[in-house]
């Protein structure tokens, strides 16, 4: 095997990057800034789990894609991202703030 063909094999093995996720969210979905921070930044916390969720896999970006995919859709069809994406993060941050004011102090 030579180099490049390691390297590519490496590199196929890799998740998707933040820049990458960040750009694909925003040319993809045609997502704002403000919702692209909001989901990077809820991954980086790993707070929130989400229904559904498989108990070793925590990602806000992946739920995203599933929910605007169709997941929990009994018709299946596609969901509007930016439609999405408001819920989404609306839904999280109110997720966030129950549990900040029950958490044990």
Not at 55 to 69: L, N, S, T, W
Request: hydrophobic share 30%; glycine share 8%; aromatic share 8%.
């Amino acid at each position: 095997m030579d180099t490049q063909e390691r390297i590519n094999k490496i590199r196929s093995t890799l998740p998707e990057l933040p820049w990458e996720t960040r750009t694909r969210l925003k040319h993809v979905y045609a997502l704002s800034d403000r919702n692209v921070d909001v989901l990077l930044g809820i991954d980086s916390g790993r707070q929130v789990q989400y229904d559904g969720e498989d108990p070793g896999e925590r990602c806000a970006v992946k739920y995203f894609d599933k929910i605007v995919d169709g997941f929990g859709n009994p018709d299946g069809k596609k969901r509007d991202p930016k439609r999405v994406a408001n819920w989404y993060v609306l839904s999280s941050l109110r997720s966030l703030r129950i549990r900040q004011f029950t958490a044990p102090g």
